[in-house]
């Protein structure tokens, strides 16, 4: 076996794995592109029209008919604020009361001193108003009651972008990704402090990735699928944590081709390697 037909070998699987990474990667993009455009609607529908024009029924018609504009979405919701001194009569109007998502107290602890000084503070609530049909069991659970989801709306809210969860394990039992976008009172100015954009948060749209499900829908379109094995990771801390795939102990050669999913607080990378030794 002489070192060309390695380095050819090499190169194929490096070209294999960034055409993936880059596929994966645009769909993530369009994707997150859309749920932007959902956060307006929502904005425009509900928040900025008296009685408002969205009910569940119309938001869940939307979102479902508008889901081939999503591919790495299996479902969209949108939580509303709702403070403290707001909450009896916001239960009364919506016929629910709005529900903690973990019941145990040790399933989810208290997130950090930042998270836990603006719940002191704030007091306040995010239950889910929408929600697309296969994520309709969550209305009324409180996402500011998630570590997961709680992290995630207050960087959304503070920083007026797209931001991204770590993978982690969703209320139905997969595991997921939410991408989450604030909805705002009267659209901030771009150079508006993270104060004056908490201020103005009225709600919070979240586009719910189904990793597993839908890059494995997405690799099986291209040819070569069974030559390379793929595992994406979410690489942010120290420990990666595995989004896509599970068998990444192979010896031999591997590809790493880095992921961009536009939460720059985020890092991950895609990795290859062949199926069959040559
Ligand atoms: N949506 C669906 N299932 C979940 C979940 C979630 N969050 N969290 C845990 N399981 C309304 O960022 C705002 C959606 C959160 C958005």
């Known amino acids: 076996f002489n070192s060309s037909a390695v380095d050819k070998r090499r190169d194929s ?15 993530f993009n369009v994707s997150m592109n859309h749920l932007q455009a959902l956060a307006i609607l929502v904005n425009t529908f509900h928040h900025s029209q008296s009685p408002s024009a969205i009910t569940q029924a119309t938001f869940a018609r ?3 008919r508008t889901a081939f504009e999503r591919p790495l ?6 939580a509303v ?14 016929g629910w009361s709005i529900k903690k998502m973990y019941s145990s107290p040790n399933s989810q602890g208290p997130g950090d001193a930042a998270v836990a000084e603006i719940r002191g503070t ?7 108003i929408f929600a697309q049909d296969a994520y309709k069991n969550v209305i009324s659970f409180d996402m ?4 997961d989801d709680r992290e995630n709306i207050i960087r959304a809210r503070e920083s007026g972008k797209g931001v991204l969860t770590a993978p982690f394990q969703l209320l139905n039992g997969r595991l997921g990704v939410i991408l989450t976008y604030s909805v705002y009172k009267s659209e901030p100015p771009a150079n508006a402090r993270p104060q004056e954009r908490i201020q103005a948060a009225v709600g919070y749209l979240g586009g ?6 839908l890059v494995d829908k997405l690799l099986h379109q291209l040819a070569g699928k069974q030559s390379i094995m793929v595992n994406v990771y979410d690489t942010t801390n120290e420990k990666p944590i595995s989004m896509y795939g599970s068998n990444d102990t192979g010896s031999g050669m591997y590809h790493n081709s880095t992921l961009n999913f536009g939460d720059p607080s985020r890092r991950h990378e895609m990795h290859c390697r062949f199926m069959q030794k040559p």
């Open 73 to 78: 979405t299996s479902g969209v919701a949108y």
């Open 13 to 27: 699987l490096a070209s294999m794995c960034d055409e993936r990474a880059r596929m994966l990667q645009d769909q």
């Open 62 to 64: 939307y979102a479902e």
């Open 144 to 147: 500011l009651s998630g570590a």
């Open 81 to 94: 604020r709702v403070t403290h001194a707001e909450r009896d009569q916001f239960e009364r109007q919506q």
């Open 208 to 213: 719910i990735f189904d990793i597993e499900a």
């Open 122 to 128: 704030a007091d306040e609530y995010a239950p889910v």
